[in-house]
C-alpha cells in the first residue's frame, strides 16, 4: 500500500529549500526524532539539488508505504541527461577525480545515501534519474492511514514559512546546537568512561605487579625446593649405603650366624634401605632435570645389546613364578644415537612397575621402527592388573600410588613414571599408555633415533641466515665429528657466541656466503679433504683474510698452522673455557663499527645512543639532513638511524640521496620516526630502508629490542656485503 503525503515541482532554489523543510516537518508529523529528521531533509536537499543543477528540474513526492512497520519515502525525478558511469559515482571514483562536475554529484549522492536506511537510484541517458530514499517508522510511530491524512496536511498549512531562507538558515542553527549538545553529552560520556578505564587499568596493572611478586616468590621457592632435594639426597646416600652395606654384611653371615628372627629383622631392614635408596636417587635425578643440569652422554647403541643388559639386571625381580619376563627379538631394529643410560632407566622403571602389578601372564618388551619419523618405539606390555580411565594422567604425578591389594604389597615411591616421562622429554621423546582395568596396562616409549642435540641448532643447509642469532656472535665450525660439534654447542650455551656447524668444506663456503663469522675453528682431518689448503685460501682471499681461524685439531702441528695463517693453534681435546677465552680475546680485537644517527632533536639523539651504550658501535650524529649526507660520504658507516620529520630537508630526501649516490647507497638505513605514515610513504620507505620503527609507541624494552635487532642485521649486511 502506497499514500502521498505531498508532491510539488522543483524549479528554483526557492524550491529546494522548501523540498528540504517540507522533508522534515512531514518526518516530525510521522514520529521520528530530531537526529533522524536532519538525516532525511539533509539527504532529500542533496538529491534535490542535484536535479535542479544537473536536470534543471524535476519533482519530489513523498509517501508512506508498507504496513508495520511502515516506510517513509521521498522520490525525486527528473527528465535531465542521466548519469553515465552510475556505478563509478556510488563507488566514489568521480569524488576524488573531480571529473567535469561529477565530482559533485557523486558527493550528493553519496552522502544522500549513507544518512538514510533505504536508497535506490535509476539512470538512464536521456531519461533523466528517479532517485529513491528513506527510513523504516521509529518503534511506537502511529500508522499512517487515507483516513488521518488530514492530520499532517494541517500541520503542514500551520507551518508554511513566509521567508524561506531565514527560517531555513535559523532551522540549521538549531540543528547546529542539538547536534553539539549531543556531541557534547557523548563527549562528557567519553570523559567519564576514560576515568573508568584508567582505574580499571590501574587496579590491572596493581594485579600484575602481585602476580609478578608472587610468581617470583614460587620461583624461588622452586629453586629452594631443588636445591634442598639435590643437597638433602646427596647427605641421605651416605647413610643408606651404610646400612645397606652393614645389613648385607649382617645378612651374608661374615661376622656369625644370625636366628631366624634376626635374619627376618635385618632382612626388613635391608628393604627398607633399599626402598629409602630407590627414593633418594629418583628424587636426585628429578631435581637436576628440573634445575637443567642432566648431563647427556650420547653414544651410538643396538638395541639387542641394551634389551640383553636390562634381561640380565631385571633378572633378581623375577620372584614370581607365574610371570614370564620376555624381550623380543630386536636384531633389525636400527641402532640408535642417545643416551643408553637414560633409555636403560626409562624401561628398568616400566619393566619393574609391570612386574609389580602383574601376579600371572607375562611381561612383554619389544622394540619397533618409526620410518617415517625416525624413531623407535618400545613397548612394555603386560597381563596385570590394568589402570582405570580416570587414573591414567594421575600416575604420571609425582608421589601419586594408585590403592589396589598389589599396591599394597609392593609400595613404590610414586616417583619412577614421573620421572620416566621427564626423562624421555629429555631425550626428545614421549612416554604414552593404554590400559584396561583387569587386562592389562601397555607403555609406549617413542624416543628419536638420533638424539637431536646432536645435531647443532643450526644447520647450513636448512639455510643458516634465517635462524642465526642477531644478538650473539656467530663462530663458523669447520668439523666433521658430530659429537665434538655437539660438544662445541654445548660450550657456547649460555655465552656471546653461537655455532655455525659444517661437517665440511662445501658447507664451510656456503655458510661464508651467507653469514660473515667472528670467527672460525677449523678441524684440519676432513674426510677426503684437505684443512692446510682451506687454512691457506681463508688467509689469501681478500673477504676472508682478515676473519681470525683457530686450529682445533689432534694433528699437533702449530708451527705450519701459524705459518699458514692461523692466529693460534689447540690440539684436542681443548677446554670449554680456554676456549671461550680464546674467542673472547679475539673478540676484543674487532673493529669497533660506525653508526650515524641523523636526527635533528637531541634529546632523540641521545635516548638512541643511550639504547645503544652496550653495543661495539661508536656513535657519529647529525642534526640535520645535508650534514647527515656530509657524514654518510666521509666516514662511510655500517649503518645509519634516521629521523623523517627535520626542518629544511626532511628524513625521505635525505634517504633518496643517500640511495642515489654510489658512495652511500650500500649503507643499511634504519627509519626510526614519530611520523604516521601513509600508504604510499610506508611502501616507498619499505622498498629503500632496512627497518621502520615507530618512535616512542613501545616499551622501552621492546624499543630496544627492535633497534638493536635491526642494528644486527644492518651489521650482518654489511659483512656479507649485501642488501
Known sequence: MSITIFSMQISSEYDVVLARQRARQIAAALGFRELEQTHISTAASEITRNALMYAGGGTIEYMVEGEAPQVFLIRIRDQGPGIDNLQAILEGQYIKEKNKGMGIIGMGIVSARRLVDYFHIES???????????????????????????????????????DSFTFTIRQQHRELMATLGELSQRQEELARVNRELEDTNRGVMALYAELEEKAGHLAKAD?????????????????????????????????????????????????????????????????????????????????????????????????????????????????????????????????????KFTERGEVRVSAACDFANRKIIFSVEDTGIGIAPEDQERIFQEFTQLESPSQKRSRGTG??????????????????????????STFSVIIPVV??????????????????????????????????????ERYFTGSDFQIIPARNLKEAHAALKQVRPMAIILDILL??????????????????????????????????????????????PVSRQRLLNKLKEM?????????????????????????????????IEAENGPEGIHLAAREKPQAIFLDLV??????????????????????????????????????????????????????????????????AKALRLRGTGKE
Open 587 to 619: 673478540e676484543k680485537q674487532l673493529p669497533l663499527e660506525k653508526v650515524l644517527i641523523i636526527d635533528d632533536e637531541e634529546i632523540s639523539r641521545y635516548l638512541l645512543k643511550g639504547l645503544l651504550a652496550d653495543t661495539r658501535c661508536t656513535i
Open 646 to 711: 627535520m626542518p629544511g630537508m626532511n628524513g625521505f630526501e635525505v634517504l633518496d640521496r643517500l640511495k642515489a649516490d654510489p658512495e652511500t647507497r650500500d649503507i643499511p638505513v634504519i627509519v626510526i620516526t614519530a611520523k604516521h605514515l601513509e600508504e604510499e610513504e610506508r611502501s616507498h620507505l619499505e622498498a629503500e630502508a632496512l627497518s621502520i620503527i615507530s618512535k616512542g609507541t613501545t616499551p622501552r624494552d621492546a624499543a630496544m629490542a627492535q633497534i638493536k635487532d635491526a642494528l
Open 124 to 162: 538512464t541517458p536521456g531519461r533523466g534519474t528517479t532517485v529513491l530514499l528513506g527510513n523504516t517508522f521509529p518503534p511506537g510511530a502511529p500508522p499512517v492511514t487515507r483516513d488521518n491524512l488530514t492530520r499532517i496536511a494541517i500541520i503542514l498549512a500551520e507551518h508554511t514559512p513566509q
Open 415 to 440: 616417583l619412577g613414571l614421573p620421572l620416566s616421562r621427564k626423562l624421555a622429554a629429555l631425550l626428545g621423546g614421549s612416554i604414552s599408555l593404554k590400559s584396561q582395568p583387569g587386562v592389562g
Open 223 to 355: 629453586k629452594l625446593k631443588s636445591r634442598f632435594l639435590s643437597d638433602m639426597s646427596h647427605e641421605f646416600r651416605t647413610p643408606i649405603n651404610s646400612i645397606l652395606a652393614l645389613s648385607q654384611i649382617l645378612l651374608n653371615r661374615i661376622d656369625g650366624d644370625l636366628t631366624e628372627e634376626q635374619e627376618k629383622q635385618v632382612n626388613f631392614i635391608h628393604q627398607a634401605a633399599q626402598d629409602l635408596s630407590t627414593l633418594i636417587n629418583d628424587l636426585l635425578d628429578l631435581s637436576r632435570i628440573e634445575a637443567g643440569k642432566v648431563t647427556l652422554h650420547l653414544n651410538r647403541f643396538e638395541v639387542a645389546n641394551l634389551f640383553s643388559a636390562i634381561r640380565g639386571i631385571m633378572r633378581p625381580l623375577l620372584t614370581n613364578e607365574n610371570v614370564d619376563l620376555i624381550f623380543e627379538d630386536a636384531s633389525a631394529i636400527s641402532p640408535l644415537y642417545t643416551d643408553e643410560g637414560k633409555v636403560s632407566q626409562i624401561l628398568r622403571n616400566l619393566i619393574s612397575n609391570a612386574l
Open 527 to 572: 674426510p677426503g679433504e684437505n684443512g692446510w689448503a682451506f687454512l691457506a685460501e681463508l688467509k689469501e682471499s681478500e673477504a676472508t683474510w682478515d676473519i681470525p681461524v683457530l686450529v682445533v685439531s689432534i694433528v699437533n702441528k702449530p708451527e705450519k698452522g701459524k705459518l699458514l695463517g692461523a692466529d693460534d693453534y689447540f690440539v684436542k
Open 451 to 488: 638424539h637431536d642435540e646432536r645435531a647443532p641448532v643450526l644447520s647450513i643447509r636448512e639455510g643458516c641466515g634465517q635462524k642465526v642469532d642477531q644478538t650473539r656472535f656467530p663462530v663458523l665450525v669447520v668439523e666433521d665429528d658430530p659429537e665434538t660439534i655437539y660438544t662445541y
